[in-house]
């Protein structure tokens, strides 16, 4: 599957400040000339002298890799059929931010699923002992994000008749979204009508709860 991921960072130290845009730098020279981009960001991101079998286990290719040194900002795309390894990549970038002297450095990974249908936040705050830790996290799977679309539309009442004669549902006063998003989320996809429903809605759905989480996190990119 296709993740596109955004990693913002704030806090960082001058030593911090460094080593981003040392990894901004060695990004941009090498991505055009390096046909491994898994290989490019993890050597990026670990050093070449570290075991990078340990990513191509976890990470199938890393592709449209953008560095942005001036806004703490880092975004591509990640096909990997392993959600959890998205966020090992970055807690090892966040971990050498750590290491050079920039203890205090935080950063929010976002990462969505090319089709809406899973969706991540993660919350890295470096620990007593000076470790990259996740603080707080936000994942959805497929039900709670087709469930997040539903609550933050108000246009699913005026189609929600539409819908439940493309799946066949007979509409009554027990209806319950839940008997149609649950067990199978596929199910409701079948209807065309709530399928343009949902890819109109959903990344606006998406990136407001992004913004209300980053909002609780107390979270604001680091710009220098």
């Known amino acids: 599957m296709n993740f596109d991921y955004l990693v913002k960072i704030e806090n960082m130290s001058e030593e911090g400040v460094k080593a981003f845009q040392g990894i901004a730098k060695d990004i941009e020279q090498k991505k055009h000339e390096e046909p491994d981009s898994l290989a490019l960001l993890s050597n990026a991101f670990l050093g070449p002298n570290e075991a990078l079998e340990r990513f191509k286990m976890l990470t199938d290719s890393v ?11 880092i975004q591509g795309k990640i096909k990997t059929g392993d959600f959890e390894s998205i966020k090992e990549l970055f807690l090892a970038l ?9 203890k205090e450095t935080r950063a929010v990974i976002n990462v969505c699923e090319e089709n809406n249908h899973y969706y991540a936040s993660y919350l890295l705050e470096s620990s007593d002992d000076a470790l990259s830790t996740i603080a707080d996290s936000c994942i959805l799977d497929h039900h709670e994000v087709h469930e997040q679309v539903i609550s933050a539309s108000k246009g699913i009442m005026e189609i929600q008749a539409e819908v439940y004669k493309d799946l066949d549902v007979e509409l009554d006063e027990d209806w319950d979204w839940d008997d149609i998003i649950y067990p199978d989320p596929d199910r409701i996809m079948r209807s065309g009508i709530y399928r343009d429903f949902f890819y109109d809605n959903s990344l606006t759905a998406l990136l407001s709860l992004q913004e209300e989480l980053e909002e609780g996190w107390k979270f604001s990119v680091y710009k220098y």
């Open 63 to 73: 592709e449209n890799i953008e560095c942005d040194e001036n806004a703490g900002r």
């Open 94 to 102: 966040h971990q050498k931010l750590i290491d050079v002297g920039a």
